[in-house]
Structure formats: structure tokens, C-alpha cells
């Protein structure tokens, strides 16, 4: 039950919210607001949350608030991930703005001179005009009535201002284009933003909403996703969607995982493995055993990290939002002196000077400027999901873009991490089998992965691991416990050299391991050593390749961090093809080893499992955690996850983040450059309305097409 006086969520729909100037129109309007504790705004989705207490404002008087702005908003459920893109919101623009061109025509027709005033012009072309304004109006009118209520001075505002000012001096013509291509710019920019619009809600669609449920009495049913437990079985037959996470645990398949994971080949499935929600059933029927609710898939995260990721601003955006506070007042206060300054001053004419001034509050509209960004980091953001690459903000992949340096963690990222048991090796007339026996007793309390291979080789040999107690993990080194009334320590060469019971023949048997590019773990009882277990961890078949397509993009630096022997670590970086390496670090040590580099370097990408490797991705600039698909502590821990256990994804994140920043750069540079020929053409005369809201549209137009390509980015871009 919701304790007394604490605050409610709700999620509005926001029809008109289409524009980065409007969600600060929504932020203005509940400024000072009694009762309202938070909002927070996804102008992708066009959804607006608000957090707020029922017993001072009700959801009826947020609605009214909105509306207020001259947008409409509407509730929608806030605990699914079910907000439709609606496919129909351009069809009220468009009748308008084909109305509007209509009427421009025909009051064109009907003025027998292209250029007609209102003194020549007969009364049908002037209703005609009147019409093609009064239609693209349709969806300027409120927003500017709301702006001006709250004496702000927005795009919808200098456009009616300059409308009515041509009306005023008698030029219809010029009054209904402009109003006609206001119209149609609203019209394009619309459809362009739900495109974009669209390819995040594609994201929310890769689940099916229906699942065929096996009953107790074992027949099929089919039932909503939402409603089906954790532990129910389902069945998903060749060729379906996997509703929800789970286990197989009967039958056998291979499922394409591309569309969490982005991995190109299918991957094989029996019993035992885990389902991901979204993924294809490629061969055979198979009952999986529900894990988690729909609402807690690898999916339903990656949603909403997603939706997170486009409410944390990017540098450039910052620059974009600051740059915009301050230009169109400068700009509205231009147009003044140029209206007042030469009559006043100089005895000019009115009408000319009135006339340049209108055409500078025309140019004098941002969103060009302030849409050219958002627009591309969402793409930018929505293709990485697509590709299996989860990047929690646009600061992160502005980051990613500019960094040289990339350090990454050796197990299970440069390697398999899957070590195996490759010898045991007794010292002092102890045998293999005890050494073995006792490692596993002391491991199976552990989950690491050398300590499950230790388990797993003991089990494969036919040795029952006896039980341990005072179990105690030594992070980074080992571990110790007592077996049948007797304390062991188990772990690397530092460890038992610390504790003061390596010997000279221990120390000797192990140093030689090292050297052959093992990973050495000594066992001890407190007296003495008793043996060696030697493991080896495979490099990566791809981790050659993509350490190469790093140096590509330009990465001056390749480290490798890593807690293991000087030797295993040389041998893995020799392989890479001669990276640098660090070795025998403990978790400590990785971390003071990335805050070095940052210090040298400013920017430093550390990759690993997202899990044991957390202080060093919490110290990078950026923090990459590898193949996590079914690991929920790294997609939290990480700034970037990448899904599936493919190094090749990191060249090509970094290739998508520098193709993003130089879009970026494009698009500030095709707004402000459009404006600024036109701040020359217009001081002068030599630019006329339809002209300066032409280019307007025009320049809207290229930013967000120009920002839409970065949707395209795939795996052909490697």
C-alpha cells in the first residue's frame, strides 16, 4: 500500500512535443508548481513522467497544465513498455499544410498579378489567403498564444509575428507562403522525428505479447506475457519469438540472439541454457521454464536503458542548449534596432525596415540548431541497441569518440575465461589425487572461474571434494579454509610468499610454470607446501583481429590489466600482437593503474566482465562490460554494455561514435552557417520572407535527414 502524502508516477503522452524548445515550455509551465516532485522528459517517445503528490494536484489539473502550452497530453501506462508511435500523427499536419498550398495557389489564380497587395488583389484572393493562413495555423496558433502568456518568445511566436506583419504592409502572397512553408516544414519535421521515433519503438515491439503456456493438466494455452509467472513452462515452436526469459528444459534448437545480443550466427540451445525474451526459434519445438517477469527481461532492460540514455546530455547538446538561450534574444533585439534604428535615426522609410526585420525574427527561429543534435545522438544511440552495443548516454559516445586509449582486462575478455586444468603437480611425497581433493574442497565455496574449474576437474577424475568450513576468499589472491580439522591455503605465488610458506622448492616449481604461461595456483597447509595446479585460458580466436581494427581507429595505446602471472600475461600480449600489459594486479591495482593512464591520457575506455573488473570501469572515462546478455549487475555497473561476447564491437563503437561526433559537427555547422548567410542577406534587404523561412525548413530538413543516417550504421560499416 503507498505510504500517506508520498508521490505517485504517471507517464503522459505529449502530442506537439516534437522539439527540445517545447520540453522547456513544459518545464516552465510547472516551474513552481505545488505537489509536483519531479519530471522528467523522453522527447523520443514523446512521453513526459511526472512524479507528483494526488493530494495537492491531481492528474486532471497536469493534464490542463500541459494543454495550457498549446500541446495535448494523454495518460498512457506507466509500468510497460507498450507507448505506440502514433503512425497517424502526420496526417493531421498534412491535410493542413495541402490546405494551406491550396489556398496559396488559388489565391495566386485569383489575383491575375503574382504579386498582388491587398489593394488589387479581388476579395477571393484574399479569402483564399486568408484560408492557407488560417490552415497552417492550425497547429501554431495555440503554442504561440501559450508563449506569449508566458511572455516568452519562441519559434511559433516570431513566425506569427512575421505573418501578420506582412499582412499588415499588405503582402498576402508573402504572408500565405510563409505560413504555407511553416506548414509544410512542421509536416516534414514531424515525419522525420517519428521515424526516428519509430526505430527506438521497434525495440519495444522485439517481444511477442503472447505466450503459449503449458497448464497443470498439461494443455496449451495461450496468455498475455505480462500474466505469466516466474517458473511457468512455456512452448516455443521453429520459427517464434521467445516471449520471456528462461531455461530450456526439454528439447534442443539454435536461436538467433541478434536482436539482444547483435551476433551474426546462431547459437545452439539445450537443456539447461538460457533463453533470452526477443530471441528466434530457429528448429526445433522447445518448453522453456519462465526465470524472470516480462518486466525484468535482458529486453525490457535494455528499454529501458535506452529511454535512460537520451535524457543524459551530451556535451554537445549542453553547447547547443546554452548557444540558443542567448541567440535568439540577440537576435530579436537585431531585428528591433533594425526596425526603429534607420527611421528614427536616419528619417528612412517604415515599411522597408520593418519588412528586414521580419525576415531576421524568421531566421531568427533555432530549431534547426537545437533538434540537430538530439536527433542524431537518439539515432546514434538506437543503432548501437540495434547492433547489440548499449550506450547509457550521448556523453559516454561522445567520450568513446575522442578517447586513445583503451585498457581491457585479460580473463574473459582477451581470453575465453574458461580456464581449464591442464596438471596437478605434488611436491614432498603428496599425490596428485590429494592435491586435487583438497583444491576442490577449498573451491567448490567459491564462484570464480579458475575455481570452477578446479571443481570441474575433480568431478571429471572421479574425486569427491569433502566439505570445508572457515571458508575465506582473499580477493584477488586466493582463498583459505579448513578441511577435515586441518587449515589449507590455496592461491598464487604472492600469496603463499606472503604467508611465509613458500619454499625454496615451491618457489622454484612455480616460477618455472610461470614461465611456460600457465596459470599457477599453490596449495598449503599451514606447515608446508603441498603442490601445484597448473590452468590455461585460451585467447580469444578474434582477439588478434579486433585489437588490430583498434589501432585502426586510431587507439595509440592497447593495455592489458590483468591479476595473472608475469608470464601468462606476456605470452596473451605477444599473441595480440604485441600489446603493452600489466600483470599481477590486484583489483586495487587495476584501479590505480586506470587513474594513471587518465591522468597522462584524460580519456581512458576500460573493458571487462562488468563484475569483477567494477572499481576499474567505475575509474575509466568509460566503462565497457563484455557479453553481457544475461548478467543484470553489468549492465548496471557498465556505461556501455556490449551483449555478446564479440571484441569486434569495440572498433566498431568506436567507428560509430567518431561517425557520430563528425555528424554532429555537420549538422551545428549547416544550422548555424545557413543562418548566418542569411543574418547577411537580410541586414541589406536582399532576403525576403518566403526566402529566410525556405531556408529555414531547408536547414531543418538537412539536420535531421543528415542526423537519420547514423541509423544505418550496422555491421556493413565494419
Known amino acids: 500500500m503507498r505510504a500517506e502524502n508520498s508521490p505517485i508516477q504517471t507517464t503522459l503522452q505529449i502530442e506537439g512535443m516534437d522539439c527540445p524548445d517545447e520540453v522547456d515550455v513544459l518545464r516552465k509551465a510547472f516551474s513552481g508548481e505545488g505537489g509536483i516532485a519531479d519530471l522528467s522528459f523522453n522527447l523520443m517517445q514523446a512521453t513526459m513522467r511526472v512524479e507528483y503528490d494526488p493530494v495537492l494536484i491531481t492528474v486532471e489539473q497536469i493534464v490542463a497544465r500541459v494543454d495550457s502550452t498549446g500541446m495535448h497530453a494523454t495518460v498512457v501506462d506507466a509500468t510497460s513498455n507498450t507507448q505506440r508511435v502514433d503512425t497517424a500523427a502526420t496526417r493531421g499536419p498534412m491535410r493542413m499544410a495541402i490546405l494551406s498550398a491550396t489556398g496559396t495557389a488559388l489565391g495566386v489564380a485569383l489575383s491575375f498579378v503574382p504579386a498582388a497587395s491587398v489593394h488589387h488583389a479581388p476579395w477571393p484572393a484574399v479569402v483564399a489567403y486568408l484560408v492557407a493562413i488560417a490552415a497552417a495555423w492550425r497547429y501554431v496558433a495555440p503554442k504561440a498564444r501559450a508563449a506569449l502568456t508566458r511572455l516568452r518568445l519562441d519559434m511559433n511566436v516570431l513566425m506569427t509575428i512575421a505573418v501578420i506583419g506582412a499582412v499588415g504592409l499588405g503582402e498576402w502572397l508573402e504572408a500565405s507562403t510563409v505560413a504555407m512553408l511553416f506548414a509544410v516544414s512542421h509536416l516534414l519535421e514531424t515525419w522525420s522525428v517519428n521515424r526516428a521515433r519509430r526505430a527506438i519503438q521497434s525495440l519495444m515491439e522485439l517481444s511477442p505479447e503472447q505466450a503459449r503456456v503449458i ?138 525596415w520593418f519588412y528586414r526585420s521580419l525576415v531576421l525574427l524568421v531566421i531568427a527561429c533555432p530549431c534547426a540548431l537545437v533538434i540537430s543534435t538530439p536527433v542524431s545522438i537518439v539515432s546514434a544511440l538506437a543503432a548501437a541497441a540495434r547492433n547489440g552495443v548499449l550506450v547509457k548516454g550521448g556523453e559516454f559516445l561522445e567520450v ?64 569427491a571434494a569433502p566439505a570445508c568450513s572457515d ?180 572498433p566498431w563503437l568506436l567507428r560509430h561514435s567518431r561517425r557520430t561526433k563528425s555528424i554532429i559537427v555537420q549538422n551545428v555547422s549547416l544550422s548555424l552557417g545557413i543562418k548566418a548567410i542569411f543574418l547577411a542577406l537580410a541586414v541589406p534587404g536582399l532576403a525576403n520572407l518566403w526566402m529566410a523561412i525556405a531556408a529555414d525548413m531547408g536547414a531543418s530538413l538537412l539536420v535531421v535527414f543528415n542526423g537519420l543516417r547514423l541509423m544505418r550504421s550496422g555491421d556493413g560499416e565494419q
Request: a negative charge; hydrophobic letters at 45%; glycine letters at 10%.
Open 471 to 650: 571458508f575465506q576468499a582473499i580477493r584477488g589472491k586466493g582463498a583459505e579454509a579448513t578441511v577435515a580439522g586441518e587449515s589449507f591455503l590455496l592461491g598464487s605465488h604472492r600469496l603463499l610468499e606472503e604467508r611465509n610458506v613458500c619454499t625454496e622448492a615451491m618457489h622454484r616449481l612455480m616460477s618455472e610454470h610461470e614461465d611456460c604461461y600457465h596459470t599457477v595456483i599453490g596449495l598449503a597447509s599451514s606447515q608446508a607446501p603441498l603442490g601445484i595446479v597448473l590452468l590455461s585460458d585460451r585467447l580469444r580466436a578474434d582477439a588478434p583481429a579486433a585489437v588490430a581494427a583498434l589501432r585502426r581507429t586510431g587507439v595509440e595505446r592497447v593495455i592489458m590489466l590483468t591479476g595473472d602471472n608475469e608470464g601468462t600475461a606476456r605470452s596473451i600480449a605477444e599473441e595480440c600482437g604485441g600489446i603493452e600489459y600489466k600483470a599481477e594486479l590486484l583489483p586495487a591495482d587495476k584501479v590505480a593503474a586506470v587513474e594513471s593512464l587518465r591522468a597522462s591520457h584524460e580519456h581512458v575506455v576500460m573493458v571487462g566482465d562488468g563484475i569483477n573488473d567494477a572499481p576499474a570501469l567505475a575509474a575509466a572515462s568509460v566503462g565497457v562490460a563484455m557479453g553481457v546478455g544475461g548478467t543484470d549487475a553489468a549492465l548496471e555497473t557498465a556505461d556501455v554494455a556490449l551483449m555478446a561476447d564479440d571484441l569486434n564491437k569495440l
Open 215 to 352: 497448464e497443470p493438466d498439461g494443455s496449451e494455452h495461450e496468455r498475455p506475457a505480462g500474466e505469466v509467472g516466474v517458473g511457468s513452462r512455456i512452448v516455443v515452436r521453429p520459427g517464434e519469438k521467445f516471449p520471456l526469459d528462461g531455461a530450456v528444459v526439454e528439447g534442443e534448437t539454435t536461436v538467433d540472439q541478434a536482436p539482444i545480443t547483435g551476433e551474426s550466427a546462431p547459437v545452439a540451445k539445450s537443456v539447461g541454457d538460457d533463453i533470452f525474451a526477443a530471441t528466434i526459434n530457429q528448429d526445433g519445438a522447445v518448453i522453456v521454464r519462465v526465470t524472470k517477469p516480462a518486466g525484468d527481461s535482458v529486453v525490457a532492460g535494455i528499454i529501458r536503458l535506452v529511454e535512460q540514455a537520451q535524457s543524459r546530455r551530451s556535451r554537445s547538446e549542453q553547447f547547443v542548449d546554452r548557444f540558443a538561450r542567448w541567440y535568439t534574444p540577440a537576435i530579436v533585439l537585431v531585428a528591433l534596432v533594425i526596425c526603429i534604428g534607420p527611421p528614427l535615426v536616419a528619417g528612412e522609410a517604415w515599411a522597408p
Open 400 to 463: 568513446i569518440g575522442r578517447t586513445r586509449v583503451v585498457a581491457i582486462d585479460k580473463t574473459g575478455t582477451l581470453t575465453q575465461g574458461k580456464p581449464a586444468v591442464q596438471d596437478v603437480v605434488p611436491l614432498d611425497g603428496t599425490t596428485a589425487e590429494r592435491v586435487l581433493e583438497l583444491a576442490a574442497a577449498i573451491e567448490q565455496r567459491s564462484e570464480h572461474p579458475i575455481a570452477e574449474a578446479i571443481v570441474r576437474h575433480a568431478q571429471e577424475q572421479g574425486i
